[in-house]
């Protein structure tokens, strides 16, 4: 080990020996950048593949006014949270999907990745060196944030000929604050995703382009819009940055994922603890009118984790949706964070202790 990372190594041990958690005030997290001590480096070049990653002091990178990530958008990220135990241990849930996926997206934007075994080192050094930072428990959760960028110059429209996978982490709390329930706005206009694009990756750029329908959404009182599909813009497929769900008597419904909805891992495994309940789980195409006559509607994703709709406006026309306790969401969402924080015993080996 180099003397500068034999420094951070010891610097991480000392620290932690002394104090179980950093300096935050733990009551008033929400989902802002409370930055961490530690973060991870890993680069690859010219064709080779990705070595060398290291812990690092949390700090601004130095990019080329010319590299890819910055003009042409080359990059891709992930997200996931390291969750505290009642017990003080340390759990990351099914972060070997995070991988593929990224493995996946790197595919699809032309970019080498790292290697499933070298995403799941980075990331549990990146939790550990930063333990300190992880919630307690009932408090919020550590999000964990892979970045994978095009950091080499490139002029030409092209892949860049350097990249950078980076990983970072940042407490947080609840993603959607104020009353139970999103207010969601259908937009009818503005698309997220195209057939053959990359709404099926998390490419960057597939995330600024929505700020507009958000923020008009916002404008007009909504707390954030449903995208349709954009070929015939009478189908559901996703918000932002989270699945839906509809429910309607005993049958759970979810857009299915044919490159246009990105393949969540909160809806993967939200199918299937509602197969266990006995649900009826389809993944179809869903036409608006099925939002509109739906008893319970909710969206999934790793940072909102299960958070349930209260209404939705599509063309001037506004439904409500149950909320209470009762409802099928609730119980969805207490098995999956009972999972996720060791609460609840772990079936299906989703979940992995990080020590
Ligand atoms: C990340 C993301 C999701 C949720 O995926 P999870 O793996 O459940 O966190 C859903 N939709 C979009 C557009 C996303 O970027």
Not at 287 to 314: K, M, N, Q, S
Request: net charge neutral; aromatic share 10%.
């Amino acid at each position: 080990m180099p003397p500068s990372l034999q420094k951070i190594s010891q610097s991480v041990e000392s620290r932690s020996a002394d104090e179980k958690y950093a300096d935050v005030n733990w009551d008033e997290l929400g989902f802002g950048v409370i930055p961490t001590e530690f973060m991870y480096i890993m680069k690859c070049s010219n064709g080779g593949e990705f070595s060398q990653g290291h812990l690092t002091p949390y700090r601004n990178i130095e990019l080329s006014p010319s590299a890819g990530v910055l003009n042409y958008g080359q990059g891709l990220f992930e997200g996931l949270k390291a969750y505290r135990t009642e017990d003080d241990r340390f759990l990351l849930f099914r972060p070997e999907e995070n991988a593929l996926r990224m493995q996946m997206g790197a595919e699809r934007m032309l970019m080498p990745s790292p290697s499933t075994q070298q995403f799941l080192d980075a990331v549990k050094q990146t939790v550990l060196a930063n333990k300190r930072w992880i919630p307690p428990l009932g408090k919020g959760t550590l999000y964990v944030r892979p970045l994978l960028i095009g950091s080499g110059p490139v002029l030409g429209v092209a892949p860049a000929a350097e990249y950078t996978f980076l990983v970072f982490a940042a407490p947080v709390g609840i993603y959607h604050k104020g009353p139970a329930g999103l207010n969601l706005y259908v937009e009818d206009q503005l698309h997220r995703a195209t057939p053959g694009g990359t709404g099926g990756v998390k490419s960057i750029t597939n995330y600024s382009p929505a700020y507009l329908a958000q923020q008009q959404a916002r404008a007009k009182g909504f707390s954030d819009v449903l995208f349709l599909d954009s070929v015939t813009g009478k189908y559901i497929e996703e918000l932002t940055a989270c699945n839906i769900f509809i429910l309607k008597g005993n049958v759970l419904a979810t857009p299915a994922v044919h490159g246009t909805i990105l393949p969540g891992i909160t809806r993967k495994s939200i199918i299937a603890i509602a197969l266990d309940f006995g649900y009826q789980v389809e993944e179809r195409v869903i036409p608006v009118e099925d939002l509109l006559e739906a008893d319970e509607a909710f969206c999934t994703g790793t940072a909102v984790v299960v958070t349930p709709i209260g209404a939705a406006t599509y063309q001037g026309k506004r439904v409500e949706y149950n909320t209470g306790k009762g409802t099928l969401f609730h119980k969805l969402r207490e098995t999956l964070t009972g999972i996720q924080t060791g609460r609840l015993e772990d079936k299906k080996g989703w979940t992995m202790e990080i020590n």
